[in-house]
């Protein structure tokens, strides 16, 4: 398939953990899910996603980052 240069534009978004006061004593921030989106800039519609999770087990996961990323799982503290 020919396409033109430029047509097709790729979105990252990574989310970490974070802490709205900082990270607790001993942690550190750790990526949770790479997302990866293709748009047609043609028309702006998605043409492709895909998403890379982190291991969530090892997770010590806030309220805060429950809440933006919409984990929908029990908070750790």
Do not use: H, K, Q, Y
């Not at 291991?55 to 908070?75: F, H």
Request: proline share 4%.
């Amino acid at each position: 398939m020919d396409e033109a240069f430029e047509r097709f534009l790729n979105v990252v978004d990574v989310e970490a953990t974070c802490w709205a006061d900082g990270p607790p004593w001993g942690e550190s921030s750790e990526i949770i899910e790479i997302g990866i989106c293709v748009v047609d800039t043609r028309d702006w519609r998605r043409v492709e996603r895909r998403r890379i999770r982190g291991d969530d087990d090892a997770w010590n996961i806030g309220a805060l980052v429950v809440d933006l990323a919409r984990l929908g799982r029990p908070v750790t503290a």
